[in-house]
């Protein structure tokens, strides 16, 4: 299923597009889609399992419009379920694809040096992005933790990951 683009992302000349994979929270999608609205992302992919705006029946969900407050209206998105698939077909596209995602090969997500076109990989909120993922992705982008939890809720690290690493 796909929105009409209403309007294009902003953040200058570059492209910033999202993957949101296997996120099952409806309200933590509905989060992300009115954060990438307000960090002017171009279009968000659904990929897996994750709930998109309309429902299997093309109607509109309730729950996710109602913390997107609306954002799921003029984000431009996407549902794949292949991501592997997606992943190709953006490489040879030139993106780069950026994973936010603890893991021993990450680094700072304040560190990232952006391309003008530029995917960031959002996973499951327990069990992350899959290694098999990781592999394929050019950049791995951590958020230091300095508390005693190791995470943060994932719609919260992608609204500190898209504003520090965008510069917004």
Same mark, same amino acid.
Request: hydrophobic share 40%; with cysteine.
């Given at each position: ?28 999608? &509905? ?16 990929? &897996? ?5 309309? +429902? ?6 309730? +729950? ?58 959002? &996973? ?34 992608? &609204? ?9």
């Amino acid at each position: 299923m796909k929105t009409s683009l209403l309007r294009q992302g902003s953040g200058g000349s570059r492209e910033n597009i999202i993957i949101l994979h296997n996120i099952r929270s409806v309200s933590n999608v &509905g989060a992300m889609f009115r954060t990438a609205d307000a960090a002017g992302i171009n279009k968000i992919y659904l990929t &897996g399992y994750t709930p998109a705006p309309l +429902d299997r029946f093309g109607r509109k969900r309730e +729950d996710l419009a109602k913390s997107a407050l609306g954002a799921e209206e003029y984000v431009n998105w996407e549902a794949k379920k292949n991501l592997p698939a997606l992943m190709r077909s953006l490489r040879r596209e030139k993106y780069q694809i950026i994973a936010i995602e603890q893991d021993k090969k990450s680094v700072d997500y304040k560190k990232i040096k952006l391309k003008q076109k530029n995917v960031f990989i959002f &996973g499951a909120e327990v069990t992350g992005i899959p290694k098999d993922i990781l592999k394929k992705c050019d950049i791995i982008a951590e958020i230091p933790m300095r508390g005693k939890k190791e995470s943060l809720n994932v719609s919260v690290a992608l &609204g500190i990951a898209l504003f520090g690493i965008l510069k917004i």
